[in-house]
């Protein structure tokens, strides 16, 4: 609920509320459109390479009025257009890695990307997402040692759901690495750091994240 | 559901009014003024011009929002994008090696921002030809409108997109059926070209 509500904050000021239902009717129907149409093997392959519709769709509706409406087709096509972004930007910061012999892609990578390939209206508001994040990681290496280790257990969850990687602990070291030059105090309650508000996914991700939920009970306990 | 408005009382004033003069509009107004809702009345607009001022401080208004947005997140686990459907397209590239943590969380922003920002001219295309439903060849004009989104050239075809299959129209057709009544049916604008076989997926290399 909470969750939700922050999704429906509009940069334009509409309110989407109303219009949740058919979206989500629309989702489930795109999905049983897709089976229909795909070998399973093949569907979730391909389910792979996208991000879900649902999310795309419900973002797609913060810029429309309420009354507009998104069809299928308009849905998926965005759909292909935002990994064809990520692996743009993505492919953009490989290379500089590899200019400058480092292994790991980190934030400033991705943001120097985006600004070399022309969406400079994207930096700002990037530099900004990433030092809230760096503020709220360094916040969380100041806890107790379990709770460190209950980080480590979170990267290695999240690789070992994906390709694993060769060496885990890289990109938490570079965590660390990173995180320790902050040296701004912590202003952040404790308490909120372990509530954990999700906006709706696929189940798949809601049990990923379910996970989640247990392990921080688990060693905050 | 509680609706949190984030942004300065005029912007919340401006928002307010689009959302009210929405029912008014729509029962009431003949469907060449449709134009109505997403529009403000403070904005005078001749019908045969792309507004393209409006537009333009719609998306100045936009990016000024984001930034602010972002100022006021404390949490940055709301997100609208899993991290680990990121990180997996990320790393469908072999010369990716290894990926900080902080990488797919930017990408979620990044991505929210792009669907935004393509969406949000996607539409203005589709309100510029009287439409209510956002389609392929909305998506496809504003690619081709600008420049940063060459990459995405043939991902969509340059000449109007033709959806997929007749069923996904019908699906559409489908929709909330209170609103078909509200509006005039659906029309297929006239193709000049027909492409009988659905649309090739490309992906990048």
């Given amino acids: 609920m909470e969750d939700e509500s922050h999704n429906n904050i509009l940069p334009n000021g509409f309110n989407t509320g109303s219009t949740e239902s058919p979206c989500l009717k629309t989702s489930t129907m795109t999905t049983q459109h897709n089976n229909n149409n795909n070998h399973q093997n093949h569907s979730n392959k391909e389910q792979d390479r996208f991000l879900p519709i649902a999310n795309v769709g419900r973002i797609m509706k913060k810029v429309i009025p309420p009354n507009g409406k998104i069809s299928k087709d308009a849905k998926e096509t965005v759909q292909e257009c935002v990994s064809e972004f990520i692996s743009f930007v993505t492919g953009e910061a490989s290379d500089k890695c590899q200019r400058e012999k480092r292994k790991t892609i980190n934030g400033d990578d991705v943001i120097w990307a985006i600004t070399t390939l022309g969406f400079e209206d994207y930096v700002e508001p990037l530099k900004t997402y990433l030092q809230k994040y760096k503020e709220i990681e360094g916040e969380k290496l100041n806890i107790p040692k379990q709770l460190r280790s209950e980080q480590r257990l979170h990267q290695h969850q999240q690789n070992h759901n994906n390709n694993h990687d060769e060496n885990n602990n890289q990109p938490f070291n570079g965590a660390y690495a990173s995180s320790n030059l902050i040296s701004q105090p912590p202003y952040v309650p404790t308490d909120q750091k372990f509530s954990l508000p999700f906006s709706p996914n696929s189940i798949q991700n809601q049990l990923r994240q379910q996970e989640q939920i247990d392990s921080v009970g688990h060693w905050y306990e | ?205």
């Fill in chain 2, 1 to 205: 559901m509680d609706q949190n408005q984030h942004g300065q009382p005029t912007q919340e004033a401006v928002g307010k009014n689009q959302y009210q003069s929405n029912p008014m509009m729509a029962p009431t107004n003949p469907p060449s003024e449709t134009i109505g809702p997403y529009v403000t009345s403070s904005f005078p607009r001749e019908k045969q011009h792309a507004p393209q001022d409006i537009y333009q401080e719609q998306l100045n208004n936009f990016w000024a929002k984001q930034c602010q947005e972002i100022e006021e997140t404390t949490d940055l686990r709301t997100h609208s994008l899993p991290y680990a459907r990121i990180k997996k397209i990320m790393k469908a590239d072999r010369d990716v090696r290894m990926v900080s943590a902080e990488a797919p969380v930017l990408f979620a922003k990044a991505c929210e921002m792009f669907i935004m920002e393509l969406t949000m001219k996607a539409w203005a295309n589709a309100e510029d030809h009287r439409r209510r439903i956002l389609q392929k060849s909305d998506i496809a004009s504003a690619i081709s409108k600008t420049d940063v989104f060459d990459f995405l050239e043939d991902i969509v075809p340059r000449d109007v997109g033709i959806p997929r299959s007749s069923i996904a129209q019908n699906f559409d057709l489908s929709m909330p059926p209170h609103q078909n009544v509200t509006y005039p049916p659906y029309y297929v604008p006239a193709m000049v070209t027909g492409r009988p076989i659905p649309d090739q997926n490309h992906h990048g290399p």
